[in-house]
């Protein structure tokens, strides 16, 4: 029972990896809370649900196709709604703003578009379930559960072994020092608003697997978790979204099986909070980008 | 190799650099001196492009590039290694020295390069893995200057690198310094408040007060103005 919990807790909590690592990318760069991320990952679902419907297609298409519209939402977000505010200099909290209002744009397009109700988001995948010891693991979550660690470890792959990867950590560290080595910041902020930006739509096409369901709203609630797995993990270090994710994912499953499902989210946050008063940095944290 | 002309640059109202004018040509070492607040870290930033400039202008192979980004700077060849210990901290010895690398394309060759410092500086050697934050000050300045060594600059300036290390780390870097231009004939700017070294090392020299230049030429180390506010003799 507890190890079903757990892997259900894992695989839930993964999904606010991805997200969260999409905050921490941003954050790691930018130092900005992109309010947006939500719905760049509900947006992705959407993406997702109409690929499987028009083209039969199954889940990994529609997560390919998802990630690769958010990417180039992302991109576009950062160079019509942040860049150009940026550039201005005015105060810090003017680009998070500016966020928030894209955000919304994007939940009010989705709405006239896709309509307010929630949508069935099938899939064809076959309802294997295979019995390992006292732990059930369905076909839905095999796939949740190997994209999602694929993608955390290819962004760990992509960000110690490659020199664009560590182009992006020099950047997340020091602008300064970044040009001095003639890294162009302003590229790799475009690519991290890309790669963050798929991770959010792969997301997004995962939880509609999970629950099988999708809203406009959806980008709200989720994406508080992942900010609030960010926070968990420690301001822009990737390793601690991963782990702030699976956290909260695991409590909340948790909490439901054990304790009164109603309170679902509140207990996740008093988890949070707790971990928060004790190592107000977060998990993996440093002083570093919070002190800027 | 690098001519800047009748540079002003400020901060706000405060007047940092004014109307300097300054010259280095290939192979040569350059030394700038000058009293704390004099504005040397500033001429290097704006030359770098990290500053921008009021008015003047600042031409590298003749080529103006006072209105391109520090990174486009650096692209040209014209390198810089900022004041204090400016190693990326986060990230290990090893990755540091790779993004040394950034701007070449040449894989194989950087892999030696790499290889070549790491024999050059057995301490960087002996912590590759390490991350950047964790060596000592002298170790993270030679880490700083291996890594702008990798990006085989045509111009290297260097921003003060003898700051706050004991003697015996400053005269290994003034070794590496004059092995650079010996070895190699690297062209090198240099600030330091080091004046004996550096004017003994130099080929030229500039002082620099309040933001103007007020001597220039070789064997500065024999003025008496020099002798007195500098050498302390
Ligand atoms: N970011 C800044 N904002 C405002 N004033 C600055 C800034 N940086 C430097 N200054 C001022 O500009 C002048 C020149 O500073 P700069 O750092 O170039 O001097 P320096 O010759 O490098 O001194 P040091 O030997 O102490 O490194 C100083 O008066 C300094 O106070
Ligand atoms: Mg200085």
């Known amino acids: ?292 | 190799m690098l001519r800047v002309e009748n540079l002003h640059v400020s901060y706000g109202k405060i007047r940092a650099v004014r109307d300097v004018s300054i010259e280095v040509n290939r192979g040569e070492v350059v030394a700038l001196i000058g009293p704390n607040g004099a504005g040397k870290s500033t001429l290097l930033k704006t030359i770098a492009g990290i500053l921008k400039c009021e008015s003047g202008s600042v031409f590298l192979q003749d080529e103006p590039i006072h209105n391109m980004a520090a990174a486009e700077v650096a692209r040209k060849g014209l390198v810089m290694v900022l004041e204090g210990r400016s190693t990326l901290k986060n990230m290990t010895v090893i990755e540091n020295l790779i993004l040394g690398g950034y701007m070449r394309s040449d894989h194989a060759e950087i892999a030696q390069d790499i290889q070549r410092m790491l024999e050059r500086f057995p301490a960087l050697k002996a912590r590759q893995s390490q991350r950047a934050g964790t060596l000592s000050g002298g170790e993270q300045q030679m880490l700083v200057i291996a890594r702008a060594l990798i990006s085989r600059p045509s111009l290297l300036m260097l921003d003060e690198p003898s700051l706050g290390l004991a003697p015996l780390m400053t005269a290994e870097i003034f070794a590496i310094i004059r092995e650079l231009k010996t070895k190699h004939e690297t062209t090198i700017l240099l600030v330091e408040q080091n004046a004996r070294q550096a004017l003994q090392l130099a080929d030229r020299g500039y002082v620099l007060e309040t933001g103007r230049i007020v001597l220039e030429g070789a064997g500065l180390a024999d003025n008496p103005a020099v002798r007195e506010a500098y050498l302390g003799v």
């Open chain 1, 1 to 292: 029972m507890l190890m079903q919990q757990i892997l259900n807790g894992v695989m839930l909590g993964s999904t606010y990896a991805l997200i969260a690592l999409g905050y921490t990318l941003v954050f790691g760069v930018l130092h900005l809370v992109h309010l947006a991320h939500g719905e760049v990952f509900m947006i992705g679902a959407f993406v997702g649900l109409q690929v499987v419907l028009w083209s039969g297609g199954g889940s990994l298409l529609a997560i390919v196709a998802a990630s690769v519209a958010a990417a180039v939402i992302g991109m576009l977000i950062y160079l019509l709604t942040i860049r150009p505010i940026l550039a201005r200099k005015g105060h810090f909290l003017a680009p998070m703003i500016s966020t928030i209002g894209i955000g919304i744009v994007l939940q009010e397009v989705a709405t006239r578009t896709f309509g307010a109700e929630q949508v069935g988001f099938p899939n064809r995948l076959e309802a294997t379930a295979w019995h390992i010891g006292p732990v059930t693991v369905t076909s839905v979550q095999l796939i949740i559960l190997s994209v999602s660690l694929g993608l955390m470890a290819a962004l760990h792959i992509f960000v110690t072994r490659s020199r664009m990867g560590m182009a992006m950590r020099a950047a997340a560290e020091s602008s300064v020092i970044s040009h001095t080595l003639g890294i162009r910041t302003d590229r790799i902020i475009l690519l991290t608003f890309a790669i963050a930006s798929a991770l959010g739509g792969a997301a997004g096409v995962l939880v509609g697997l999970s629950f099988n369901a999708i809203t406009p709203y959806m980008g709200v609630d989720m994406g508080i978790k992942g900010l609030a797995a960010m926070l968990l993990g420690g301001l822009g270090n990737i390793y601690g979204a991963m782990i702030g994710g699976m956290v909260i994912g695991v409590v909340e499953v948790i909490s439901v099986a054990y304790l009164a499902s109603s309170y679902r989210d509140a207990f996740a946050f008093i988890v949070i909070i707790a971990v928060l008063a004790i190592r107000p940095r977060g998990i993996f944290g440093s002083t570093h980008h919070v002190e800027g």
